[in-house]
């Protein structure tokens, strides 16, 4: 099994900056993908950033020149810097990361619980 801890949410006014982070923790011999979902209040969960294990990365049109992902191999660890926040990055952001723990198993993914990002003034 692989545990997931995300830190780093809280309230943040309009235009100001967090950086999430996740930690991944367990079984893993090897870690592919790496992203960030956020899910507001009556809406479905989306994704807002992924990075690949070549260090490739995509964002959701929304957050494309303020979000920036990264992860650090070397502590299983992804990032997510988040600048010039607006009202509508309101959301508790999980990230979630596809592993495996030996070479002959497939890649599953797994899940934070979840930070709760709110921007208000």
């Known amino acids: 099994q692989v545990q997931l801890v995300e830190s780093g949410g809280g309230l943040v006014q309009p235009g100001g900056s967090l950086r999430l982070s996740c930690a991944a923790s367990?079984?893993?011999?090897?870690?592919?993908?790496m992203g960030w979902y956020r899910q507001a209040p009556g809406k479905q969960r989306e994704l807002v950033a992924v990075?690949?294990?070549?260090?490739?990365?995509n964002y959701t049109d929304s957050v494309k020149g303020r979000f920036t992902i990264s992860r650090d191999n070397a502590k299983n660890m992804v990032y997510l810097q988040m600048n010039s926040l607006k009202p509508e990055d309101t959301a508790v952001y999980y990230c979630?990361?596809?592993?495996?723990?030996?070479?002959?198993?497939?890649?599953?993914?797994?899940w934070g619980q979840g930070t709760q990002v709110t921007v208000s003034s």
């Open positions: 990075i690949g294990s070549g260090d490739s990365t």
């Open positions: 367990g079984r893993i011999l090897s870690i592919n993908a």
């Open positions: 979630k990361v596809s592993s495996r723990s030996f070479i002959w198993r497939p890649y599953i993914d797994y």
